[in-house]
């Protein structure tokens, strides 16, 4: 298993933009898919966006469509997702997580991961 750590988080106003970024370590990171979800306070964790361990392959929740980007930097060990046209329902705690193979099936569901980040959190103000 890889080991993840997530950044970039913070208040931000609506319409405004972050970067989260997911460092990891352990493994060869090119074997792994990574995702990142989110969880709002009461909500269920939900799916936000992927990438395939290669980069080559994208995928988004319509949530996020066009608004999102999920990049990865295989030689920095890196995922970041730059979010955009920020809204105040992106409020949410921002986790990454890993799968020991370098592609993702949909749907994307948290448990199809075995390698968690501890979260970073995301405020939106209105």
């Known amino acids: 298993q890889v080991q993840l750590v997530e950044s970039g988080g913070g208040l931000v106003q609506a319409g405004g933009s972050l970067r989260l970024s997911c460092a990891a370590s352990?493994?060869?990171?090119?074997?792994?898919?990574v995702a990142w979800f989110r969880q709002a306070l009461g909500k269920e964790r939900e799916f936000v966006a992927a990438?395939?361990?290669?980069?080559?392959?994208?995928y988004y929740a319509d949530s996020v469509l066009g608004r999102f980007t999920i990049s990865r930097d295989n030689a920095k060990n890196m995922v970041y997702l730059q979010m955009n046209s920020l809204k105040p329902e992106d409020t949410a705690d921002y986790y990454c997580?890993?799968?020991?193979?370098?592609?993702?099936?949909?749907?994307?569901?948290?448990?199809?991961?075995?390698?968690w980040g501890q979260g970073t959190q995301v405020t939106v103000s209105s």
């Open positions: 997580a890993a799968v020991n193979r370098p592609y993702f099936t949909v749907p994307i569901v948290p448990t199809q991961f075995g390698s």
């Open positions: 990438i395939s361990g290669n980069g080559g392959s994208t």
């Open positions: 352990g493994r060869t990171f090119t074997n792994y898919a």
